[in-house]
């Protein structure tokens, strides 16, 4: 019998916090409110079974997964994990100043940035190859450069280009279920500029 899964979970501690904040195991979380083993969360979001698992278990260790069960996959022996609870709240009583919870945001998209970044070389060095098989591979990219004055220009910057996107996404979006329809992933990348020594300009 498995364990209950709550609805809610509020986090009250700071290492639950932190843990939450890395997008990847915020992510591998989303994806286990129904028991999955390391290679199907892997394989639902494009990543190495091995690197899921390592993930899997730093969740379990602070909680926040639960093992619940096995299965047998051919020769091998899968354990299953699932989420303590569906969705996650910070609590207000991590009394958190507001520059250290923009840090921890900060800290939160940069790792997003590395995960996305491998990814993409994985994509692209399959899709070469396909390419090199004569295969029609289309694609498109996107990039520029922009001088923000401040913190609160950024963040109103980032807040209506995620709007815009988002409003061409559900413009274009293809009619579930349509012949001709092909899935492409979008990717929103907002850092500072390095110079080439390194530094921020």
């Known amino acids: 019998m498995q364990p209950d899964i709550l609805e809610t979970f509020v986090v009250e501690t700071p290492e639950h916090a932190m843990v939450l904040l890395n997008p990847l195991r915020a992510e591998i979380l989303g994806r286990l409110t129904e028991p999955a083993s390391a290679a199907e969360v892997a394989r639902m979001i494009n990543e190495t079974p091995q690197r899921i698992n390592y993930h ?3 969740l379990e260790k602070v909680g926040l997964a639960r093992r619940v069960g096995t299965r047998q996959v051919r020769n091998l022996v899968e354990v299953l994990y699932q989420a303590i609870a569906r969705t996650f709240v ?3 009583s991590l009394n958190w100043n507001p520059e250290t919870v923009q840090k921890m945001k900060d800290q939160g998209s940069l790792s997003h940035l590395i995960t996305m970044t491998e990814r993409m070389k994985r994509d692209a060095l399959v899709l070469m ?3 090199d098989e004569n295969a ?3 694609s498109a990219t996107l990039e520029t450069s922009i001088r923000l004055q401040d913190q609160e220009q950024r963040q109103a910057f980032v807040e209506e280009y ?5 409003g061409l996404v559900e413009k274009y979006q293809a009619r579930s279920g349509s012949k001709e329809e092909e899935a492409f992933n979008v990717v929103l990348a907002v850092y500072p500029q ?5 530094e921020t300009k």
């Not at 390095?194 to 390194?198: A, F, Q, R, W």
């Open 136 to 138: 029609e591979i289309p």
């Open 56 to 58: 899997l278990k730093a």
């Open 129 to 131: 190859e396909r390419s």
């Open 162 to 166: 995620v709007s815009l996107v988002k």
């Open 194 to 198: 390095l110079n080439l020594g390194g």
């Open 90 to 92: 910070l609590s207000e």
